[in-house]
């Protein structure tokens, strides 16, 4: 072997005896250097230290309310407590009939249900949903009332009362004109619906249902009844002979409105009508008992005659 020959094998002997001590591209250990230059084997994955400014995937998400945790109630969107008021205080009804629907507003109250009354029913009625009715001149107090909570409005029904004329006799008063009863029923049957078959009662019907009537003296007495079991209202228009009767007359047709809607209309529906839609008024020697969902709007037409 020549010297050149030697020279280059142990050359080759020392570059292999090198690489074998620090490590080449052609090491597949998986390990990498320490240095910023090292290079992975193709295709294995870069392992680094976690990046403290990324969230960590197993804490909860801050922008996700935590059902765990009741949440806090806005304690400013509270109610102090249960409250009742009226959208009127004090008002004025300037005619017989005349009328106005309040309107409560409650607050802090679940299912709440309001129950209203009048101090005076001969000044002014009112139904259970909150209508007043005014019936004559003086001033009563309407009470709504939702369990313990109760608030109040003063009614104040004027307007003069119209001038009678004495009777020859001097035995009563009553109006000028005659006003033809039986026309009116036409006119009011005419305009608004009565949902059950009217009759004009016989002298049997009329004692079975307004006992006592017959026995009053009059000058007209029609009154206007059903044998139907739903009985959705009546109509009696009645003029009486002296003015000192008008009141036993009022009595007697309050009593048939207060025994039907004490049980006597029997249905749901007819009771509430009975109830809530029926009204006894006069004027003079006349006297009207109504029941009819348009009741207001009758007692209006009747109080035009005069």
Same mark, same amino acid.
């Given at each position: 072997?020549?010297?050149?020959?030697?020279?280059?094998?142990?050359?080759c002997?020392?570059s292999l005896?090198l690489?074998s001590a620090?490590?080449?591209?052609?090491n597949?250990s998986?390990?990498s250097?320490?240095g910023s230059?090292?290079v992975?084997?193709?295709?294995?994955a870069?392992i680094?230290?976690?990046?403290?400014s990324a969230?960590?995937?197993?804490?909860?998400?801050a922008?996700i309310p935590d059902?765990?945790?009741?949440?806090?109630?806005?304690?400013?969107?509270i109610p102090?407590g249960?409250s009742?008021?009226l959208?009127?205080s004090d008002?004025?009804?300037?005619k017989a009939g005349a009328?106005?629907?309040?309107?409560a507003v409650v607050?802090g109250?679940e299912n709440a249900k309001?129950?209203?009354?009048?101090?005076?029913?001969?000044?002014a009625?009112?139904?259970q949903?909150?209508?007043?009715t005014?019936?004559a001149?003086g001033?009563?107090?309407?009470?709504a009332?939702?369990g313990e909570l109760?608030?109040q409005?003063?009614?104040?029904c004027?307007w003069?009362?119209?001038?009678e004329t004495?009777k020859?006799?001097?035995s009563?008063?009553?109006?000028?004109a005659k006003?033809?009863?039986?026309a009116?029923?036409?006119?009011?049957?005419g305009t608004?619906?009565?949902?059950n078959?009217?009759?004009l009662? &016989?002298?049997?019907m009329t004692?079975a249902? !307004?006992p006592?009537? /017959?026995?009053i003296?009059t %000058?007209?007495?029609? +009154?206007?009844a059903t044998?139907m079991?739903?009985?959705n209202?009546?109509f009696?228009?009645?003029?009486?002979?002296?003015?000192?009767?008008?009141?036993a007359?009022?009595?007697i047709?309050?009593k048939?409105i207060? &025994?039907?809607a004490n049980?006597g209309?029997? !249905?749901p529906?007819p /009771?509430?009508?009975?109830? %809530?839609?029926s009204? +006894?008024v006069s004027?003079?020697n006349?006297?009207?008992?109504?029941?009819?969902?348009?009741y207001?709007?009758?007692?209006?037409?009747?109080?035009a005659?005069?």
């Open positions: 072997m020549n010297r050149r020959t030697l020279s280059l094998l142990l050359a002997a020392l005896s690489l620090c490590g080449g591209k052609g597949d998986g390990a250097g320490s230059g090292d992975l084997p193709e295709g294995s870069s680094s230290a976690p990046d403290a969230p960590d995937a197993s804490a909860p998400d922008s059902e765990s945790t009741p949440e806090t109630p806005d304690q400013s969107a102090d249960p009742l008021g959208n009127k008002f004025t009804l300037s009328a106005y629907k309040l309107k607050t109250v309001i129950t209203w009354s009048s101090s005076d029913e001969n000044v009625t009112v139904t949903d909150g209508t007043v005014a019936v001149p001033t009563t107090t309407i009470t009332q939702c109760t608030v409005c003063v009614v104040r004027r003069e009362e119209q001038a004495a020859p006799d001097g009563g008063s009553a109006p000028s006003v033809d009863l039986a009116f029923y036409t006119s009011v049957t608004y619906e009565f949902s078959f009217l009759e009662a &016989d002298k049997e004692d249902f !307004y006592g009537l /017959t026995d003296a %000058e007209q007495c029609l +009154v206007y044998m079991s739903m009985n209202g009546e009696a228009l009645i003029q009486v002979s002296d003015s000192k009767d008008v009141d007359v009022k009595a047709l309050q048939r207060d &025994d039907m049980g209309a029997w !249905y529906e /009771t509430r009508i009975w109830t %809530e839609c009204k +006894v004027n003079g006349y006297i009207m008992m109504v029941v009819n969902d348009d207001q709007a009758i007692v209006k037409d009747f109080n005659l005069f």
